[in-house]
C-alpha cells in the first residue's frame, strides 16, 4: 500500500487504465470489422496453424469436388458413347437375323452389307468421341484418335489409364478401354466388334452357302460375345460414375464439417464481441469521465 | 539575570529565517512537480543551540536551559535507493521483453498470416493449379493449366524469397540497432560518460558540504534509462561517487571518472543489448525463423521435384527458391504421353504434406514466441509501474501535501513575525516608557 498519493501518479495510472480500455476496445473492434478471431498468429499460434492445416483441406476438398464433378462429366460422355454402339451393334445383330432369314436374295444381303458398314463407320465416330478436347477412348494418348475413319481399323490409343483424384489418395479411374471391345479389325482375327463387323460384311457379300451358314453361326455368336464385353464396359463405367457420385456427396459432407472447424477455429462469435464491445466501450467511457473529474482535483481548488 | 535582552528577536528572526527556507523549498517542489526524475525536497529544520541559564529559579536555584529558536540544517531529497535498484532490475528485463516482442512481431508481420498473400495460402493455390492439371494436362486447357501451375509456382518462389529478405533486412536492422546504441558516440557511451563526469561533480559538492540534490536526481536518472540497455549495479562509494556494472562486460562501465568503453556483452547481459544479441545469435528466434523458412523451402522443392522427371523447383534455401522450366515444359504425365496425368496427380497429392505441416508448425512456432514475449512484456509493465508508484509514492511532488505544507510555513512566518512585533513591544516598553516616571 502507497502512503502517498502524487497527481502524477494519478495521471499515470489514469493514463494507463484508459490505454487498457482503449486496446480492448480497439481489439473487440476489429475482431468485429473482420470477423476474426485469429488476425495475426500470436492471437492464437495453435489456432494459426490449424487454420492453415484446415484452409488447405478445404481447398483441397474444392479440388476433389471440381476433379469428381468432372470426372461424372467425363463419365457421361464415354457412356453416351458407349449406348450409341450398343444401339448400332444391336442393330448390326437385326440385320443378321433378317439376312439369315431364307428369303432374302443376295441384292438385299447387299444392301444390309451397306448399312453394316455405315454402322460400322457409325460405331468408329462414337469411339472418337471427345470430352473437353480430351479423346475418351485413347487411353491416355487424349489427342490420338482412337480409330481412323475408313478402311484402318488399328486402335491408335494405349491401354494406360486415367485417374481423378476425388480425396486424399483416392483416385477414380475413368477412362474406358475401348479396345478390348472394338480391338484391331478384320487383319487381327481378333474376334472383337471390328472384327466381327468386317467378317459379316463379308459373309453378307460372300454369296456362298457357307457365308450364310456363318453368319448365323460364327458371326452371330460373335456379336453377342463383343455385346456381353460392351455391357461389361458399360457397367465398369456406371460404377465409375457411381464412386464419383459418392465421393461427391462425401466430399460435401466434409466440406461442411471442415468449414465448421475453421468457423470454430477462427470465427469471431459476433454475439459474444458484440456483448464485450458494449462493456468495453461502457468502461472506457466510465474511465474517461472517472479520470477527468479526478485529474482535476486537487486542495487548490479549495484554498482561497 | 542572563537572558541577552535582545534574543527574542534573534530567535524570531530565526524562526522568519527557516520558515522562509521552508517555504522557497516548498515552492521548488511546486515548481517541479512535473519534472521527469524529480525528487522532492524538505528543509530539515533543527533548533538552535540552547543558551544556558544558570539559575532561573530562585527557590530551588536550578538553572534551565532557553531555546534559541531554529535553523536550517540542510535541504535533502527524499529517495528510497532500494526500489531504485527494484525498479532498474525490471527496467532491463522489461525493456528486454519489449525488444523481443517488437522485432518478432516485425517478422510476423513480415509473414502476412493468415491472408491470401500469406505462403500458406499460396501453397494451397499451388497445389489445386496441379490439380487442375490433372483434370485436363492436354490441349488448350492443358496450355492453360501449365501456365497457371507455372505462375502459381514462381509466385510462391516470390513470396518465399521475399520473405527470406524480410527477414534477413529485420536481422541486420537488429545489428545495426546493436552498434549503433554500443558506438563510440551512442547512446551507452553517452550515458556512461555524463555519469562519471556527475560522479566528480557530486564528490567535490559533498566535499564542500553542499548536499548536490540536482545531480543526483539526474544521475539516478541516466542510470533509469542505463538500465533499459542492459542490467546495471550500482554500488555507492563513501565519496558518493557510483560505481556501475554493465551487462556482463568484464570491467565496470563507470568507476569513478572513468568510463570504460567499449567492452564485449553477450545475450545474457539483460535489456535491449541483450534482447538484441539474442535475436540474431545461434539459438535465437530470428535464426530460427530463416532456418525453418530455408529448410520448409527445401522440403518443397525435394518432394514435388521427386514426383517429376525433370526438376520443377531449382534452389534449396528460400532465398534461392524458383521455378526452374518455362510454363510449356511442365510435366503432367510421367511417361511423355500427353494425356497421362500421374505426375500431376503425385504433386497434387502433396498438399498437406510434409511441406505444409512444416510451414505451419513455423507459424505456430513464431505465434507462441511472438505471444510469450508479449505475455511477459505486460507482466514486467505491471511490475514496473508498480514499482514507478512506489517510488512516486517517496519521491513524488504530491501538490496538496506541498499546498498544505505552504500554509504550514506562511502561517509559521507570520507567527515568527508576530513574535518579533511582541518582542518590539516590549523593549519599546522598556526603552521609551520606562524611567520616566513624574515627567
Known sequence: MTERIT?????????????????????????????????EPSD????????????????????????AKDGISWENTASSAMSSINSAAERVRELILQAANGTTNQSDLETIALQVEQLTEGIKQ?????????YVFSGTATT?????????????????????????????TVSTNISTLLGNGEASGDGKLLDTLRTTIKNLRGGTAADREALTNTDLQNLDGNLETLSELQATAGSATDQLQAALSRNEDLQTAISESLSNTDDTNVAAASIAYANEQAAYNAALRAGATIVQESLLNFLQ | MSIPTLQGLQTALSGLLAEQSALDVTGSNIANANTEGYSRETAVLQPNPPLDIPAISTLTGQGAQLGTGVGVQTITRIRNTYLDAQYRAQNSALSNASTQTEVLSQAQAAFNEPTSASIAAQLSSFWSAWNSLADSPTGEAGEAAKVGVAEAGEQLARTFNELSSQLSTIASQVGEQYSSLTGASGEVHNLATQIAQLNGQIRLSEEAGQPPNTMLDRRDELLDKLSGLANVTVTEQSDHTDIVTFGDAA???????????????????????????????????????????????????????????????????????????????????????SGNNEAALAVAGLRGGAAEEGYAALVEQLGSDVQDAKDEQTNLQTTVTAINDQRQAVSGVSLDEEMTNLITFQRGYQASA???????????????????AGL
Open chain 1, 7 to 39: 497527481p502524477a501518479m494519478v495521471t499515470a495510472s489514469t493514463l494507463n487504465d484508459l490505454n487498457s480500455s482503449l486496446t480492448a476496445l480497439e481489439r473487440t473492434s476489429d475482431e468485429l470489422s473482420s470477423g476474426k478471431t485469429i488476425l
Open chain 2, 251 to 337: 570491467e565496470p562501465l563507470v568507476e569513478d571518472t572513468t568510463v570504460n568503453w567499449p567492452q564485449a556483452l553477450t545475450e545474457a547481459s539483460g535489456g535491449e543489448l541483450g534482447a538484441l544479441l539474442n535475436l540474431t545469435g545461434p539459438k535465437g528466434a530470428l535464426t530460427g525463423l530463416q532456418t525453418g523458412l530455408d529448410g520448409v523451402a527445401e522440403t518443397l522443392a525435394a518432394t514435388v521435384n521427386a514426383q517429376l522427371k525433370t526438376p520443377f523447383f531449382s534452389g534449396a534455401t528460400a532465398t534461392t527458391l524458383a521455378v526452374a522450366v518455362e510454363p510449356g515444359e511442365v510435366q503432367a504425365s510421367d511417361n511423355g504421353v
Open chain 2, 418 to 436: 508576530r513574535t518579533m512585533t511582541a518582542m518590539d513591544e516590549m523593549l519599546d516598553t522598556l526603552i521609551n516608557h520606562t524611567g520616566v
Open chain 1, 44 to 67: 492464437n499460434p495453435y489456432g494459426a496453424s490449424r487454420v492453415i492445416d484446415l484452409q488447405s483441406q478445404l481447398d483441397g476438398l474444392s479440388s476433389y469436388e471440381t476433379n
Open chain 1, 126 to 134: 462414337a469411339a472418337d468421341t471427345q470430352y473437353a478436347g480430351q
Open chain 1, 144 to 172: 490420338t484418335r482412337p480409330y481412323e475413319l475408313g478402311a484402318g481399323d488399328e486402335y491408335q490409343g494405349n491401354a494406360e489409364t486415367i485417374g481423378r483424384a476425388v480425396g486424399p489418395g483416392a483416385t477414380v
